[in-house]
């Protein structure tokens, strides 16, 4: 699968670390420029997060309009949404994390997805307690319910991985709900559900408990 990437690569390095969002962006509603003689590329990115921020300056400062690009933004809600998006034509590029074009290539795809640039360079992941604690530590998670999101997922398989560095078994030491999608974790939580919860950074101002 041949995907113009380089010269997006190139204008998301060029922007400054800041938040310009438009009203539209975020929403699951395309964002795009107007004008006909640009070359159409449709972005899906996994979830609408400041750790993208560079992405949403250039678009807002018309950077990738001044390259010649028509973009068009769609937000996914899911590394799984984002992967059939780009593997059924309705994105030229997606922003996931690598662990989806990983499942795609081993369940036998011809046509599969190929990872040509490094976005992030930390997960951006939070634990989230029900209760205050001033003085935490990773022993308070044993014996406690905890939604760790999807199964196979990104934030779960490194919240799996900081645990076993901290001699905690993830399979017998706690319960770690796996059955809720990316999209809907929050919102569990905040209604009720788990002691502890792993969001995204997308996610984590919207909490109220």
């Known amino acids: 699968?041949?995907?113009?990437?380089?010269l997006l690569l190139s204008l998301l390095l060029l922007a400054g670390v800041l938040w310009g969002c438009g009203a539209g962006a975020g929403s699951g509603k395309p964002v795009a420029s107007s004008k006909p003689d640009k070359t159409p590329v449709i972005l899906n990115e996994v979830a609408h997060s400041i750790f993208y921020a560079p992405m949403y300056v250039s678009i807002e400062e018309g950077y990738f309009a001044d390259e010649g690009i028509d973009l068009t933004l769609i937000t996914g809600f899911?590394?799984?949404k984002t992967m059939t998006a780009l593997l059924t034509?309705?994105?030229d590029i997606g922003f996931m994390g690598s662990e989806s074009t990983i499942y795609t290539y081993k369940e036998g795809a011809s046509d599969y997805a190929v990872n040509f640039a490094?976005?992030?360079q930390r997960a951006g992941n939070f634990l989230v307690s029900r209760e205050p604690i001033e003085n935490f530590r990773w022993d308070m998670?044993?014996?406690?319910d905890v939604l760790g999101g999807r199964a196979g997922g990104m934030p779960e398989m490194v919240f799996e991985y900081i645990l076993k560095k901290n001699d905690i078994d993830p399979?017998?030491?706690?319960?770690i709900d796996q059955s809720i999608d990316f999209g809907s974790t929050a919102a569990a939580f905040s209604g009720g559900q788990g002691d502890f919860s792993v969001v995204y950074a997308v996610y984590y101002?919207?909490?109220?408990?």
Do not use: F, V, W
């Open 1 to 6: 699968m041949k995907k113009t990437g380089c």
């Open 78 to 80: 899911g590394a799984d």
């Open 89 to 91: 034509g309705e994105a």
């Open 118 to 120: 490094q976005l992030t």
């Open 141 to 144: 998670l044993i014996g406690k």
């Open 171 to 175: 399979a017998n030491d706690l319960a």
């Open 205 to 209: 101002t919207s909490i109220h408990l």
